[in-house]
């Protein structure tokens, strides 16, 4: 509005500007609220009727047809101003309660559980989202501490639903079941009622115990956890046999069986999803997870996790196409 003034009053009534100070109340309706649009219009209005008596205007009707615009506009622009203001907090408080429920689905994982130092990253591929299909959890329970990395077939409302059935029904089979084969068993029949076959989740499931130097694995369709051995080795210890992925078991197959890793001091089990291993460069190459175990070194697991993470991100270019879930397992000296 300023620069429209000093133009129409360097260039004359001739120039025909004066309109053009209508721009104010229309910009302010689009970023500001009703309050600001009205009193932008109101100077505006201040403008156009000073600039008209000055360049002569009411003479004609050029300049009530100037006035007339930017009444006109402001009032349009505080109607916008008024709609938009309600669709905010109308967004705002569908964001709240859909944050509740990611911190009830996803809930924040023990820092520290026995002798483990625990991270966990998430990124979701739905935008302003911070779950999806992926699913995560430790719970230190009297067999030891559990842990479950999964990934549910498919993607929205649907997956989310989905993720929270395997979730409580595995919060609740980790302080009742004695061994993970009797857990992994009840998850299946847990997904198998709900699901029908129509859908499955691919899950692997970790026992650790604080008196042995070893962990329990049980794999049910899912990769194979990344182990980081203390001088800085790396295995994908494979399950014996591979079983089909929870949900599935109507199909008919052999159960999921559990088998036993080494597990010392100072090494490390990273879980993840496929959204971390098929994330995809310009070129169409998959991330190479093995070769970039080395950023886990940082002290701190969490902070190690990130790093990790981050150059998931990179890699992959732009926003991801998968959702990708990574829980790093530590095991702290002494």
Same mark, same amino acid.
């Given at each position: 509005? +300023?620069v429209?003034? #000093?133009?129409?009053?360097?260039?004359g009534p001739?120039?025909?500007?004066?309109?053009l100070? &209508?721009?104010?109340p229309?910009? &302010?309706g689009?970023?500001?609220?009703?309050?600001?649009?009205?009193?932008?219009?109101?100077v505006?209005l201040?403008?156009?009727?000073?600039?008209?008596?000055?360049n002569?205007?009411?003479d004609?009707?050029r300049g009530y047809t100037?006035?007339a615009?930017?009444?006109g #506009?402001?009032?349009?622009?505080?109607?916008a101003?008024?709609?938009?203001g309600?669709r905010?907090a109308? /967004?705002?408080?569908v964001?709240?309660?859909?944050?509740v429920a990611?911190?009830?689905? !996803?809930?924040?994982?023990?820092?520290?559980?026995?002798?483990?130092?625990?991270?966990?990253?998430?990124t979701?591929?739905?935008?302003?989202?911070r779950?999806?299909?992926?699913?995560?959890?430790v719970v230190?329970?009297?067999?030891?501490?559990?842990v479950?990395?999964?990934d549910v077939?498919?993607k929205g409302?649907g997956?989310?639903?989905?993720a929270a059935?395997v979730?409580?029904?595995f919060?609740?089979g +980790?302080?009742e079941e004695?061994?993970l084969?009797a857990?992994a068993?009840?998850?299946?029949? &847990?997904?198998a009622?709900e699901?029908n076959?129509?859908?499955f989740v691919t899950?692997? !499931?970790?026992e650790?115990?604080?008196?042995?130097?070893?962990l329990?694995?049980v794999?049910?369709?899912?990769?194979?956890?990344?182990?980081?051995r203390g001088?800085?080795t790396?295995?994908f210890?494979?399950?014996?046999?591979?079983?089909?992925?929870l949900g599935?078991g109507?199909?008919g197959?052999e159960p999921?069986l559990?088998?036993?890793v080494r597990?010392a001091p100072?090494?490390? !089990?990273?879980?993840?999803t496929?959204?971390?291993?098929? +994330?995809?460069?310009a070129?169409?190459?998959?991330y190479? /997870?093995?070769?970039?175990?080395? /950023?886990l070194k940082?002290?701190d697991?969490?902070?190690? /996790?990130e790093?990790?993470?981050e150059?998931?991100v990179r890699?992959? &270019?732009?926003p991801?196409?998968?959702d990708?879930?990574?829980?790093l397992?530590?095991?702290?000296?002494?």
């Amino acid at each position: 509005m +300023a620069v429209v003034t #000093v133009a129409d009053v360097i260039g004359g009534p001739g120039v025909g500007l004066l309109p053009l100070v &209508s721009l104010g109340p229309a910009f &302010s309706g689009l970023i500001g609220t009703w309050r600001r649009t009205a009193v932008t219009g109101a100077v505006a209005l201040l403008l156009c009727l000073g600039l008209g008596v000055y360049n002569g205007l009411f003479d004609t009707r050029r300049g009530y047809t100037a006035l007339a615009s930017v009444a006109g #506009v402001t009032g349009a622009g505080i109607a916008a101003a008024v709609m938009r203001g309600r669709r905010e907090a109308e /967004l705002a408080s569908v964001r709240s309660v859909a944050e509740v429920a990611q911190r009830v689905l !996803l809930r924040p994982v023990p820092r520290s559980a026995g002798p483990l130092r625990v991270a966990v990253s998430y990124t979701s591929a739905a935008a302003e989202a911070r779950i999806g299909g992926d699913l995560y959890e430790v719970v230190a329970s009297p067999y030891g501490v559990r842990v479950i990395v999964g990934d549910v077939q498919g993607k929205g409302l649907g997956a989310v639903e989905t993720a929270a059935l395997v979730l409580g029904s595995f919060r609740e089979g +980790a302080h009742e079941e004695p061994d993970l084969a009797a857990l992994a068993a009840r998850l299946e029949r &847990s997904v198998a009622r709900e699901l029908n076959g129509e859908k499955f989740v691919t899950a692997v !499931l970790a026992e650790i115990r604080a008196d042995e130097e070893r962990l329990v694995l049980v794999d049910c369709g899912h990769p194979p956890p990344m182990l980081v051995r203390g001088d800085g080795t790396v295995e994908f210890p494979p399950p014996p046999a591979y079983a089909l992925p929870l949900g599935l078991g109507v199909h008919g197959g052999e159960p999921p069986l559990p088998y036993e890793v080494r597990f010392a001091p100072g090494e490390q !089990l990273l879980l993840y999803t496929d959204g971390v291993t098929e +994330a995809r460069d310009a070129a169409g190459t998959f991330y190479p /997870l093995e070769d970039r175990a080395g /950023l886990l070194k940082d002290p701190d697991a969490q902070t190690a /996790l990130e790093a990790l993470r981050e150059d998931v991100v990179r890699h992959a &270019s732009g926003p991801p196409h998968d959702d990708a879930a990574m829980l790093l397992l530590r095991y702290q000296r002494g």
